[in-house]
Each structure stands twice: as structure tokens, then as C-alpha cells.
């Protein structure tokens, strides 16, 4: 590839210092550091970063595939505790002469409900979001003869009667007690 050509002056850091480095840089990018921070690493600003990712296309292609790399890693990782998986560990145990023995145990890890809730929140949002949206048109109605309709039916039952009583009651003198303020 290459250089561009550079009007004067003294090399810029990314040729003197981070060419040879970039092996560095995209660890830093699949360690899922963010530019702000790869810059500070840098020791340069992060306009300077952005610069150079226009500058340098090989830069800028080892930090986006680097990136790229650590999200299909964090993706297969969220999807394996979303749907559960088989692991194998390494286990010690000691025999009955006194020897430590290496094995290999099989354990099962269930699928993980929250990772399942954020997977499907992600890929079907319209479906599996915590807040939807629901439009109503037209108004809602309470008549007289519907409430009256409702006192007969509670009043068949003395618990209800009672409730029901009690809600008259309170509402009555809730009712007052706005009259007498509305007074002040």
C-alpha cells in the first residue's frame, strides 16, 4: 500500500510509533475498548483516532474487524446462555493411594431467562419490548343503568353489601371534606 504523502514536518505518531503496532491496537478493539479509550492507550486525542482511521485505511480496517470479532464472540455467548449448553471442566480428585487424578465433568447450564428476554427484545423489538404501544380510539362510557346493574349484583352477597357500603360511605365524605375546603 501506499503513503500518502505528508505536506512537511515531523512524522506523525501512527507512522513513527503505531504501524508496526497494530497488533496492539486490535486486541485493545477485541478486548471491546471503545475508541475513546484505544485513544487514551494511544496517548492521542480522539479527533486525532478519527483522523487517522480516515488517514490510514489499515487502521481503520483492524479496529473494525477487531470490534467485529468481540461483538460475534459477546452474540454467541448471549445466545449459548440464552438456549443452555453442555460444558466440560477440568476436575482433580484424589485417589485412595494419595495420587491426584485429572478428569473431565459434564455439566449442563439451562437456558438463562433474562438472556432470552434480551435477545428477543433486540431481534424482534416489535414483538418482545417492555413498553408497547396500544392506540384507542372511540371513548368510555359508564352509564347510570350499568353502576346501578353492578350494585344489584354486589348486593346479592352480604361481604359485597358491605364493601359496597363502605365505598358510599367513604365517598360521601370524601365528597364533603372537598365541599368544606372549596369553602376556605
Known sequence: ????????GRPSKYETKWKDKLVVIEGWARDGLSDEQIA???GIATSTLYEWKKR???FSEALSKSKEVADYEVENALYKKATGYITI??????DKDGNVVDYEKTIY???DVIAQKFWLAN???ETWRDKQSIEHEGSLEVRNDDIRRIEQQLEQDDESRELLKEFF???KKIGNDRADTSKD
Open 1 to 8: 500500500m501506499a503513503k500518502k504523502k505528508r505536506k512537511g
Open 40 to 42: 487514551k492507550n494511544i
Open 56 to 58: 490510514y485505511p489499515e
Open 89 to 94: 471442566l477440568p476436575q482433580q480428585k484424589v
Open 109 to 111: 447450564i439451562p437456558p
Open 123 to 125: 431481534r424482534k423489538p
Open 169 to 171: 360511605r367513604r365517598s
